[in-house]
T-cell receptor, first 113, second 113 residues
Framework: QQQVKQSPQSLIVQKGGISIINCAYE??????FPWYQQFPGKGPALLIAIRPDVSEKKEGRFTISFNKSAKQFSLHIMDSQPGDSATYFC????????????FGQGTTLQVKP | KAGVTQTPRYLIKTRGQQVTLSCSPI?????VSWYQQTPGQGLQFLFE???????NKGNFPGRFSGRQFSNSRSEMNVSTLELGDSALYLC????????????FGPGTRLTVL
């Protein structure tokens, strides 16, 4: 019940295309859902986050879509660029378990020029 | 504002030894969480400290321990190292235990031979 399932494991997109990464969870106590971007040799960097009281959040080319009833959320990267090539992690936080993030397994995105 | 810093960045140890890793959070942040990242298990929560107190602990053996100092700096210790402890150890800081945004450091790459 503490798991966050992320798909796909890897993704190849052409420059200018839309990259979509999906996550699903079971624990209805999760109340915060961030996405992190990680480049090789670096720590994860917070990209965008959403709470379950909104269905969508957009920041620049990055959009989170949230479906509370389906217990799913996704990251959309519009106009994907080669510089977006990285590993992306979704995560979730249990409201009763402060400070602990449960991470998905990660998606390696490659954007081809 | 300086980000989260971790020292050392790389470490090579042999089985049976112990190791201490250090993390300095972003100035003003009082909560520090530690994560282990491996290719097989992904990002897994180790523990969280706030105001020098351990607030949360992941599912790791007692060989993994940590502490936090009055200036919010944190250390984690792994005793009796095993080959499987080879990983990237990441520290994340946030303003408080209830604050959701966690900012990660670059990590310490530990190799156990």
């Amino acid at each position: 019940q503490q798991q966050v399932k992320q798909s796909p494991q890897s993704l190849i997109v052409q420059k200018g295309g839309i990259s979509i990464i999906n996550c699903a969870y079971e624990n209805t106590a999760f109340d915060y859902f961030p996405w992190y971007q990680q480049f090789p040799g670096k720590g994860p960097a917070l990209l965008i986050a959403i709470r379950p009281d909104v269905s969508e959040k957009k920041e620049g080319r990055f959009t989170i879509s949230f479906n509370k009833s389906a217990k799913q959320f996704s990251l959309h990267i519009m106009d994907s660029q080669p510089g977006d090539s990285a590993t992306y992690f979704c995560a979730a936080r249990d409201a009763s378990n402060t400070g602990k993030l449960i991470f998905g397994q990660g998606t390696t995105l490659q954007v081809k020029p | 504002k300086a980000g989260v810093t971790q020292t050392p960045r790389y470490l090579i140890k042999t089985r049976g030894q112990q190791v201490t890793l250090s993390c300095s959070p972003i100035s003003g942040h009082r909560s520090v969480s530690w994560y282990q990242q491996t290719p097989g298990q992904g990002l897994q929560f180790l523990f969280e400290y706030f105001s020098e107190t351990q607030r949360n602990k992941g599912n790791f053996p007692g060989r993994f321990s940590g502490r936090q100092f009055s200036n919010s700096r944190s250390e984690m210790n792994v005793s009796t190292l095993e080959l499987g402890d080879s990983a990237l150890y990441l520290c994340a800081s946030s303003l408080s235990s209830k604050n959701n945004e966690q900012f990660f450091g670059p990590g310490t790459r530990l190799t156990v031979l």
